[in-house]
């Protein structure tokens, strides 16, 4: 690999990086609920921001990167990031939280939907599969480290200019601000696929006719509803079961992170030696183990191990189904990636419906909702290829 080539994937992987900011908001809205005492419900509702704007800006990105190119594309998604950030940092109500929430949001569903084609336009041939492979790893060292950074700066004895825990907020703007400046001098040949047709929302909308992308519409919801109301609920678990405090209790994201990027790692090989069917039936049974964990457990170890289940078989949920859509119309392949990038706002919906049900009952209500996402995905498996 040339120099050129090599700076040009450091800087795309960067970007990766900062594309896992937005998981910071499952431990961030459980500080700021601790700090405005504020209900399950209402501290819910800023996680269900973020991936509120996956609904409305997917398909759009498409049409602007035609516009304007991927890596600019990339470049303004990292710029409203870390403006996300910057308000975060300086934000001490609930509404400027909302509104740096929502900036996070809208800077990463345009990073998700615009930095896997740009990377295509760095690696060509057989390497492109590993490379992504690889980014999704380096994402998720993001999110594994942002709980320990905020428990880092709530408990540390030095210095922290008074942000306490959101000292998380100007350690990410600085790497955030590292991938820009670096991202912006490296020249990327994108070639002629910019220039493509954009995916129009009408296209995306009529292909939900169809049977088989329907219901990977379907999955990509629970899958990313699963995810974002683990993040979340799985201190509130450790607290209410253990009667840990909240710094204590924050390292149940950072192991539900670290098992995540194990199973991302591990699945790429596994799948070359397990039929894909098998895979994600396994990968099902050990949600659906880890839900009766999450439910009844009442033990550190139990706790523990079920947190650790849903991350490794929710971390190679999305890319299964989202083959599998794209494998049932491949003539169609941008309006399926545009409406699979739509299912992320299933991320908005279950942080909602999860909080309602925790106030009515306790987390066993916020762990019954994610349940009734992983019997969908168990109802999907009969739908991957053998």
Known sequence: MSSASRISLISVMLAFFTMGFVDLVGIASNYVKADLQLSDAVANMM????????????????????????????????????????????????????????????????????????VASVVKGGNLASTLTFGQF??????????????????????????????????????????????????????????????????????????????????????????????????????????????????????YFAFRTIGSLTGALLLRVVKGRTFFALSVAMMLSAMAGMAWGSTPAVLYAAIALVGYGNSNIFPMIFAEALRSDADHGNEVSGLMVMGLAGGALFPLVMGVASDAVGQIGAVGVMAIGVAYLFSYIGRISR
């Open 47 to 118: 996680p269900s921001l973020v991936f509120f704007w996956f609904l409305v800006f997917a398909v759009p990105t498409g049409m602007l990167m035609n516009r304007i190119g991927r890596r600019r594309t990339v470049l303004l998604s990292i710029g409203v990031t870390l403006l996300s950030l910057l308000v975060a940092m300086v934000g001490q109500s609930f509404a400027l939280m909302l509104c740096a929430f929502s900036l996070l949001g809208i800077g990463n569903a345009l990073m998700q939907t615009s930095l896997n084609p740009l």
């Open 138 to 255: 380096v994402k998720a060292i993001a999110s594994f480290l942002a709980p320990y950074i905020a428990v880092w700066g709530a408990t540390s004895q030095l210095p922290t200019f008074g942000l306490g825990w959101k000292v998380l907020f100007p350690v990410y703007a600085i790497v955030g601000l590292v991938a820009l400046l670096l991202l912006a001098s490296t020249p990327i040949n994108e070639g002629t696929e910019s220039g493509q047709r954009a995916t129009g929302f009408l296209d995306c909308v009529r292909l939900l006719r169809r049977p088989v992308v329907a219901l990977s519409f379907a999955g990509i919801v629970c899958h990313v509803g699963i995810d974002v109301g683990t993040n979340a609920t799985a201190p509130k678990l450790l607290m209410e079961r253990l009667g840990m405090g909240l710094d204590d209790a924050a390292f149940a994201a950072s192991l």
